[in-house]
């Protein structure tokens, strides 16, 4: 838009609201008021008085930065492996299969999500404190629940538990 538009279209509008702000009074023939913008017989041209206005309310800058309130401060106070136990031997019999079981106190946020790690690496994730494993290989295990953020960020971890999975081996084979 050029200057020129511009200012015709502003001065077009200011003579608008001009014409706009014109009231006529007059009485009909039982001496009712009658209120209009158009002149008529024996009407007197009304000054109408513009309203008053009151500034808003701008608030003074804060000091301090108010805390989010989507966020409100959140901490998990505890996240410990009941079962199985430290230590523990996974007999042959059970085949490598084990119930992973934990308590986090509070509950799990909706942002966040439960990790079941062994010996470090991600072995199951989800929203339960319950995971059940099979097929475990033999050997020692250390698994550990940890709960970690959207970014990945750790929050919180269980203690570490080492258990030893015991599983029948061909080479040693009874009778020969």
């Given amino acids: 838009m050029t200057k020129k538009t511009l200012m015709s279209l502003i001065l077009l509008l200011t003579a608008c609201t001009s014409l706009a702000t014109e009231v006529y009074i007059s009485r009909d023939a039982n001496g009712n008021v009658i209120f209009s913008d158009k002149p008529g017989q024996n009407s007197e041209k009304h000054a109408v008085k513009e309203l008053p206005s009151i500034p808003a309310y701008v608030p003074p800058p804060s000091a301090h930065q108010p805390a989010k309130v989507n966020e409100p401060s959140f ?3 505890s996240l410990s492996i009941i079962t199985p136990s430290n230590g523990q031997d996974i007999p042959t019999g059970f085949a490598g299969n084990v119930e992973v079981s934990g308590v986090l106190s509070p509950g799990l946020r909706e ?3 439960l990790y079941l790690l ?3 690496e991600v072995l199951r ?3 339960q404190t319950s995971f059940q494993l099979t097929n475990l290989s033999r050997g020692e295990h250390g698994l550990q629940l940890v709960v970690r953020d959207q970014a990945g960020n750790t929050i919180i971890s269980s203690n570490l538990v080492t258990i030893y999975v015991q599983r029948a081996s061909v080479l040693n084979r009874s009778g020969r």
């Fill in 125 to 127: 994730q989800g929203r």
């Fill in 75 to 77: 901490n998990y106070t």
């Fill in 111 to 113: 942002a966040d999500t």
């Fill in 118 to 120: 062994d010996n470090g």
